[in-house]
């Protein structure tokens, strides 16, 4: 008796799992295919800022010479100094900016005297010094570097600056090949920090580095007053804005300010056919290296702005902005959205922007139920179409077999109803 009914027990649920094969399967749904990444090109912010130190004299306004044989040691730009360094922002601009303790202008040795860096010629102060090109420099002032060490590696100094006054370790490789003295250069790096606003012992942590150096060294010039010698002119707004930044950062803005363009000897420059802050957030990528539209119609702006000044970096950082936005948005917004993707799609191709192109593409055929029932997808080229078709989600041969599966499932329903 015993024996039956585990023998009964074991039966049952062979028989359940033979009911359950012999029930209908609903087609499998695969999952859509990835989107095609948006590579970003790598920042140049510092090989520009280099590139302006060793051949930007064009835009130059401040000399340094050596405090003991009054020989020309280089060439720089008040803009940058300034925007880095509180010492040149004081030295520079005047009594009016010494709102600082003293020990920010001058470096202390180690029997306690101060020691001056530099210092202001006497007289020093040129106004439209002309240059062989023709062009004037405007206000040059000369500076006289006081301090042996600072001018005998002043080159390797303003290269730290210049590229964003975080390299401290190519710094030290660099003075130690210069000097030959590891003392010398202890020295020299505690002169640099006082420079630079940086008191010694203070730790170079990432999160210190990326509040205030690399890139955002310029973020005090942007939009700023501060020496600039150019003013744009978009839609009624006055853009403030420096010649130096602008022919270091962008290769169209070079040659319209160091070619035969009015431009070149205007101060004041007009902008057609973009908008304020379409050119504002053009200049503050210039300045920055970053770019944050405010929503995917900005994003196309100022992508187009890029496109229009040959700035392709930032190019691709707007058709980051764009994707992201558009990943963001559930499913009832895409379909409820007054964003016509489609014409986001002609605009890309249209502008050369060829990754959000092919992006958009892969986009609208993964929520090809959304987008086909929208009037704007009969715009879509022949060639694109097939293209989304065949890349659609979900796949013609699945709603196929849907489609089949629930015609089994009813018939199934309709024949057990007649049986009951």
């Not at 004037?136 to 600056?161: A, S, Y």
Request: net charge positive; glycine share 4%.
């Amino acid at each position: 008796m015993i024996q039956c009914l585990k023998h009964k027990a074991k039966e049952r649920p062979e028989k359940r799992r033979g009911n359950k094969v012999n029930e209908l399967r609903p087609p499998h749904l695969e999952q859509p295919a990835r989107l095609p990444p948006i590579r970003v090109e790598e920042s140049s912010f510092s090989q520009d800022m280099q590139w302006l130190l060793e051949r930007g004299v064009q835009f130059a306004d401040v000399a340094f010479y050596a405090g003991d044989s009054g020989k020309e040691l280089g060439w720089a730009h008040a803009a940058v100094l300034c925007a880095v360094s509180p010492y040149f922002r004081q030295l520079l601009l005047g009594p009016k900016t010494r709102e600082r303790p003293q020990s920010r202008c001058v470096c202390r040795e180690r029997d306690g005297g101060p020691h001056s860096l530099l210092s202001t010629w006497d007289g020093s102060i040129i106004d439209d010094m002309p240059r062989s090109d023709g062009h004037l420099t405007g206000r040059l002032t000369r500076l006289v570097v006081k301090d042996p060490l600072l001018c005998m590696c002043l080159w390797e100094t303003l290269m730290f600056i210049y590229r964003g006054a975080w390299e401290w370790e190519h710094l030290q490789e660099a003075l130690d090949e210069k000097l030959k003295n590891s003392l010398a250069v202890a020295q020299l790096i505690d002169r640099i920090r006082s420079l630079i606003g940086r008191e010694r012992g203070t730790r170079d942590t990432p999160s210190a580095r990326a509040a205030q150096l690399g890139p955002q060294t310029l973020v005090n010039l942007f939009n700023s007053p501060l020496y600039s010698d150019v003013i744009f002119m978009v839609q009624g707004s006055v853009l403030p804005a420096h010649r130096a930044v602008l022919v270091a950062r962008c290769d169209v803005m070079a040659a319209m300010f160091s070619g035969k363009y009015a431009e070149a000897r205007s101060r004041v420059v007009p902008i057609h056919g973009v908008s304020s802050d379409t050119f504002l957030s053009f200049l503050e990528y210039l300045y920055t290296d970053s770019c944050c539209p405010a929503s995917v119609l900005q994003a196309m702006a100022v992508l187009v702005c890029a496109e229009m000044y040959q700035v392709k970096r930032l190019q691709h950082l707007c058709e980051v902005c764009v994707c992201a936005y558009l990943q963001s948005m559930p499913s009832r917004e895409l379909a409820s959205t007054g964003i016509s993707v489609v014409r986001l799609l002609r605009r890309a191709k249209c502008h050369n922007a060829e990754q959000l192109y092919i992006w958009l593409l892969h986009f609208i055929a993964n929520n090809y139920l959304i987008f086909s029932h929208k009037p704007d997808f009969l715009e879509l080229s022949d060639e694109e179409r097939e293209q989304v078709e065949r890349l659609r989600w979900p796949s013609r041969g699945y709603l196929q077999e849907l489609s089949e599966y629930q015609q089994r499932r009813r018939k199934l329903r309709k024949s057990r109803c007649l049986v009951m």
